[in-house]
């Protein structure tokens, strides 16, 4: 029904930079948020950055100034520009997309396979 492919992760040196991508495909309705999530090997998942309805975002403290999230309606996109990277950034990231099937009423949050991310010290 729908499908989340991530790409753009990869390894990077400390303070360099990354750019990852995610498009949602299949029988969507709409979209009402989308973002990342990461999770390093023994930890919990935890939130990255999210944007709502195309607009609002939100970061996490560990993040903000460094990644920018930034979507395309359009093209059902979701990117997340990472700057400035430490060796704590490394994870695997997840994309996320709460939305509607068509023809349905309910939103449902769907997630990508993981990209992994690793930053070298």
């Known amino acids: 029904q729908v499908q989340l492919v991530e790409s753009g992760g990869g390894l990077v040196q400390a303070g360099g930079s990354l750019r990852l991508s995610c498009a949602a495909s299949?029988?969507?309705?709409?979209?009402?948020?989308m973002g990342w999530y990461r999770q390093a090997p023994g930890k919990q998942r935890e939130l990255v950055a999210t944007?709502?309805?195309?607009?609002?975002?939100n970061y996490a403290d560990s993040v903000k100034g460094r990644f920018t999230i930034s979507g395309d309606n359009a093209k059902n996109t979701v990117y997340l520009q990472m700057n400035s990277l430490k060796p704590e950034d490394t994870a695997v990231y997840y994309c996320?997309?709460?939305?509607?099937?068509?023809?349905?009423?309910?939103?449902?949050?769907?997630w990508g396979q993981g990209t992994q991310v690793t930053v070298s010290s």
């Open positions: 944007i709502t309805s195309g607009i609002s975002t």
């Open positions: 299949g029988s969507i309705g709409s979209i009402s948020a």
């Open positions: 996320y997309a709460r939305l509607r099937i068509r023809f349905t009423s309910n939103f449902v949050d769907y």
